[in-house]
């Protein structure tokens, strides 16, 4: 991986996990806990959202190959994945694939919601292990795994500084602030997602 394309696959991952998409629902989720819980639960969630893209950077192609699955099907998968996610950016409304109606109510059950749904599924979700899983695949290499352990490490540490201070954010942009935000995402969001499609398409018509 070069300088280019070191950026490039940072601010996709930043653009996919939507650490501003996640704000309403750490603050919907943490009702009536004090200031210090809900700081504690969005560095928890940063912590996790770490974890799991790094976990998927080195083992999700090993276990795509293990699955048989080929990787111009996984691009046009995870190209469908996106642009519903995407769509739901612009229309400043939370997918449900990410969350669902049920999963809501089963958190509000929960003591603590850092880990399920806050990482998994609502910021790193399907989009954001899609995303990891294919430019594994594009760019080979163990010099590429760090520069993307990096790039994964340092988008967890926004998210965790965002959801840090949620509450700080949310007062100064106000809901249509992060509205904004979320549908200039959700515009980059579904240009990638059309671009991962039409890798996937020709990759596939190779192999055929």
């Not at 996984?74 to 229309?91: E, P, W, Y």
């Not at 049920?102 to 603590?112: G, H, L, N, P, R």
């Amino acid at each position: 991986m070069n300088f280019t394309q070191i950026i490039n696959y940072f601010i996709s991952l930043l653009v996919v996990c939507s650490p501003f998409a996640a704000l309403p629902a750490l603050l919907n989720l943490t009702q009536g806990m004090t200031l210090k819980e809900k700081k504690s639960t969005g560095l928890v969630a940063g912590v996790a959202v770490g974890v799991i893209l790094i976990s998927m950077t080195w083992i999700g192609s090993s276990f795509l190959s293990f699955l048989g699955i080929t990787i111009p099907a996984f691009q046009i998968t995870g190209g469908i994945v996106i642009f519903l996610l995407a769509f739901s950016m612009l229309n400043a409304q939370v997918s449900r694939i990410k969350q669902t109606i049920e999963d809501q109510k089963e958190a509000k059950k929960k003591d603590s919601v850092a880990i399920v749904p806050l990482a998994i599924p609502i910021t790193a979700g399907p989009g954001a292990i899609s995303t990891v899983i294919i430019a594994n695949a594009a760019y080979p290499g163990l010099t590429s795994q760090v520069y993307m352990t990096i790039c994964a490490a340092l988008v967890a540490l926004v998210i965790g500084v965002t959801l840090y201070f949620a509450g700080n954010i949310e007062r100064f942009l106000g809901q249509t602030g992060i509205n904004i935000f979320n549908r200039i995402a959700g515009l980059i969001l579904a240009a990638m997602a059309i671009q991962m499609l039409a890798k996937g398409a020709l990759g596939l018509l190779t192999i055929l």
